[in-house]
């Protein structure tokens, strides 16, 4: 065995040669005192024991198992500060509900060196209760949307279309543990829906106008003080018109088809003639409504004639005639027809 040097490079543990690595330690030495990962042999979380939601750094959220094992591992599994190529691999085995284990194996490097560890750690749960449970247990509410129709009542089918278009939204929205109904039901002239959150109820109600057009008038009103700031309850009313976007009517003696919906009104479309008209709600409480658009029927003319169409009418298998529509063109295939008072007429497209 050759002699060390004064200038030689030494392992300060061990006095065994290069290389060296952190602190002046060899291999050997460095597996000895240094590992790559550490982790808590338990790992205690919080489960909202009426919604399933988890408790984490940001607020109590959804998380399938696979998410949950993941976050907190990453949240609670520490690294060498100058690992690198790091890579851990999670098996778990379900004890039962409240308890989970869970073996680590950690591969990675520390300047270069090839380290594996091994960790089993247990994944306790405890019960809790998120505030949106507690609030939602405890009948809280933000805001009530009131569905009302003008000048009628609002139909069934109505009624089913407008609340499956809630269910659409909330799906379609970002996760939020406030988005609930805490009731909703029939009342006199309409269908209430009360809301934990004003945010959604809002949303709702710009979803109604856009699809269905109609008004809506919100009221606010006290109901206490928390941290200097008054606490209110918001209340929408929501007013579907009577008629919706192709439904033919009677406006002004002439007849129109409902075109589209504007800020404060709607579009119609005149049958008779390449006519667009802008209308308020105001101006249309006098509308009627002379043919629903779902009881407009689409044909195939039997024959073309100048100005004129032949169908079959499948009422009374006979054949009629009727005006070819302002909008005709060679190349369309059918036409629309609405009954309107004891005839059928042909209506133009609703193309923009």
Partial sequence: M?????GDQFCIVCGGKP?????RLCESCLRVRHTISKIENRIQYTKCSRSGTIQTDQGWIELNDQELHDLLIQKNLELHEIADDVFVDIVAEKIDDRNTRIILNVEGKIM???FLDKHETLLRCSNGVSPSAS????NYFE???????IGRKLEELELDNLR???????EKLP????HFITKEGPVKGGYDIVFGSKGLARSWARELIKRWGGQTKESNKVVGRKDGNDVTRLTIAYRKPAFEIGDVVLWRSNYYRVFAWISNGATLLKISQNHKIGTSWRDLETV???????EIITVTPLNIDSQVLEFLDENDWKTKMVQLPWDWNDSRKDVELAYLIDEWVSLPKLTT
Wanted: glycine share 8%; no cysteine; proline share 7%.
């Fill in 175 to 178: 996760k939020d543990p406030m």
């Fill in 112 to 114: 270069g060196l090839p």
């Fill in 19 to 23: 290389p060296l690595y952190i602190d």
């Fill in 164 to 170: 499956n278009s809630l269910t659409e939204l909330i």
């Fill in 135 to 138: 609030r939602q247990a405890g």
């Fill in 288 to 294: 009627q409504v002379i043919s629903k658009k779902s």
């Fill in 2 to 6: 050759g002699k060390m040097s004064l």
């Fill in 143 to 149: 805001a009530t949307v009131q569905l009302r129709s």
